[in-house]
């Protein structure tokens, strides 16, 4: 009996079921165990018909979902127009007197395709109430009618709105998924474009690395019940045939060494995309750059739903983060 060597000395591994650990909640159990209820898109990159339709979709249903969880954090929420997008003030109802000058600049994750219109701000939400801060949240465009830079563009008009008006060191960028690859971007561009850099910088479960170079894509292949599998279209639909390796649209792979702000880098152990933000943390950090990250037990990516302690353990780290930073600032 001969057995085929794995490719390039890798290490081949027999078919095994993963069990549902018991070192995390009930509730993360639970999440683990019926993963997220959005099948990934199966749809060819010229079928531009078909990507609305799958995105109309996945809109529709963010939008019931994201507004019910909001109820238990309520805010106002105000349209402020940019040139081509729109950009949403979230002002919650535990807004704190201290906390008045500074913000939050919210940039929606959802695979670069979905989670825009006022679900970006129901996404931001919760974070406002529980900072007790004012929040920006950016409905960027996206594609399949504008992809890279054309989204990157909006965020950027966006932070050039708010430091007319707040102290840059007074707002901190936040952005998971594929939210936090645009956060970097935009931070890296307005850096290069002469703009000051923001006070803090959040970057949750970070989709940092299009050229999935990553050891997880691999290892954490179809254990991450959220993500699956590397094998989405979605990132070729936003490059639009730009160079993944551009730092605009792969940040890791950016010069941290002209600056970027204090950075917390949060991710899990079953998160397809915990390499990219181990791999974003440590090119922080050789460019001496102020950067925390924590890594959860079993979390996917994006989390547990936000329905378990373990999501509201991550946002009470994030919102310590912001605070202390902006404190400082």
């Not at 946002?315 to 983060?321: G, K, M, N, Q, S």
Request: some cysteine.
């Amino acid at each position: 009996m001969t057995t085929s060597q794995p490719p390039q000395g890798g290490v081949a591994i027999p078919a095994r079921t993963i069990p549902t650990p018991h070192s995390v909640s009930a509730e993360a159990q639970a999440f683990l165990s019926r993963g997220l209820q959005i099948s990934p898109p199966e749809i060819a990159l010229d079928d531009l018909a078909g990507w609305r339709a799958y995105i109309a979709q996945v809109e529709s249903y963010l939008a019931g979902t994201t507004q019910a969880k909001v109820q238990a954090y309520p805010a106002e929420i105000t349209e402020h127009r940019l040139s081509a997008a729109s950009l949403y003030e979230v002002t919650p109802e535990t807004l704190s007197p201290s906390q008045g000058e500074k913000i939050i600049f919210y940039i929606h994750g959802g695979a670069f395709i979905v989670g825009g219109g006022r679900t970006a701000a129901y996404a931001g939400q919760p974070l406002a109430s529980v900072a007790a801060m004012r929040l920006f949240a950016i409905d960027y465009r996206m594609p399949p009618n504008h992809p890279f830079p054309t989204g990157l563009d909006d965020v950027v008009e966006a932070y050039q709105f708010l430091i007319e008006r707040f102290s840059p060191e007074r707002i901190a960028f936040h952005g998971s998924s594929a939210g936090a690859n645009i956060a970097a971007a935009c931070i890296l561009k307005a850096r290069d474009m002469g703009l000051p850099l923001p006070g803090a910088c959040v970057l949750h479960t970070a989709a940092v690395d299009l050229t999935q170079s990553g050891d997880t894509f691999e290892t954490n292949a179809l254990i991450d019940v959220v993500l699956r599998t590397s094998d989405n279209p979605a990132l070729q639909l936003y490059a639009g045939g730009h160079d993944t390796r551009d730092p605009l649209l792969s940040p890791v792979f950016g010069d941290f060494s002209k600056g970027f702000p204090p950075t917390i880098l949060l991710s899990g152990t079953r998160d397809l995309l915990l390499s990219s933000t181990v791999m974003m943390h440590r090119a922080l950090r050789r460019a001496g750059i102020e950067a925390d990250l924590h890594v959860f037990e079993a979390m996917p990516h994006g989390g547990f739903g936000n329905a378990a302690p373990e999501d509201q353990e991550l946002l009470a780290e994030t919102v310590r983060f912001i605070h202390k930073q902006l404190r400082m600032g």
